[in-house]
């Protein structure tokens, strides 16, 4: 006589329960207090400068343009600065889309030379560009304006433009050369399978691939370029040359040289709104710049 014994085996509920789902949320909540409290700080510390002198460009202060009243008393007070504003804006903006424009095309060449090819002495090559990032930048203005003179371009944007271009390289084939490292060689190997050249699969397959790169490096050359002070202040003899760094700092009041301070807080709201909208609309491209070196493959 057999008999037959069923067992029942229930397994126990491995979902959590809500207790402890509460329990885990305010854990973390409790231990995210911490990151939210510095974070905050640092915003406040970084923002609090900025929007101060942005306010004090439009509140009324003794001694400045704007007395009576919120107004945009010192902002016209600097549009009458000499040559104006627009033409000081414009001068800042040639600087620097020149800048931008050939650092991004020397630089690009040169990641894709340093990263791609093999040739006598390329490692010695590199370290000398990046040699440069060790000299200390004020110290080669008079022999650069001493050579900008004997070819013609002192006292002109032209050389402003290539003196901070050259500054901006070490860092710009740096940036590129990691770029296109972490870019599989197969495929310039797949391009040029399909009957593409070295140029043709730089321009049609790799350029797209280094995008983010690109960006990282226009945009600190525009933030260069546009916020430099050094090189028209040793380069730029002539007044209607200027940037806007430049006049903003020689903005001076008529009398006994008081500063205006008014409009000097107006002239840096000006200065820093540009490069603040740049930086929010390629953010993403910015962070993914930095990024593309650190995993290959």
């Known amino acids: 006589m057999s008999q037959t014994l069923t067992r029942t085996i229930v397994a126990p509920d491995s979902r959590p329960t809500a207790p402890r789902r509460h329990r885990s949320s305010v854990q973390r909540f409790v231990y ?3 990151y939210w409290v510095f974070t905050t700080a640092l915003a406040v510390i970084f923002l609090y400068p900025l929007i101060w002198t942005g306010v004090s460009s439009v509140s009324p202060l003794a001694g400045t343009s704007q007395t009576d009243g919120w107004g945009f008393g ?38 894709y030379a340093f990263a791609r090819f093999s040739f006598p002495g390329k490692n010695a090559l590199f370290l000398v560009t990046l040699a440069i990032l060790m000299v200390p930048y004020a110290t080669l ?8 003179n004997a070819v013609g371009l002192q006292n002109s944007l032209v050389g402003v433009a290539l003196v901070i271009t050259m500054f901006q390289l070490p860092f710009s084939m740096f940036m590129m050369r990691i770029s296109f490292e972490s870019i599989p060689k197969e495929m310039d190997e797949a391009a040029m399978v399909d009957g593409c050249s070295s140029w043709g699969a730089l321009w049609r397959v790799l350029l797209p691939a280094v995008k ?26 002539d007044s209607n040359r200027m940037t806007l760094p430049l006049a903003v700092a020689n903005l001076r009041g008529q009398v006994q040289g008081v500063v205006d301070y008014g409009a000097t807080e107006a002239g840096v709201v000006v200065l820093a709104l540009p490069c603040i909208l740049l930086f929010l609309i390629l953010q993403r491209h910015y962070v993914r710049g930095f990024m593309s070196g650190a995993f290959k493959g």
């Open 32 to 34: 995210g207090i911490p």
């Open 212 to 237: 983010p790169g690109l960006v990282t490096v226009g945009l600190f050359a525009f933030l260069t370029a546009w916020n430099d002070f050094m090189a028209p202040l040793i380069l730029i003899n």
């Open 141 to 148: 203005l008079i022999p650069l304006y001493v050579i900008l």
């Open 74 to 111: 010192n902002y016209a007070a600097l549009g009458e600065y000499q040559a104006g504003i627009w033409v000081y804006l414009g001068n800042s903006l040639f600087v620097s889309v020149l800048t931008v424009a050939l650092t991004l095309f020397i630089s690009l060449l040169g990641g």
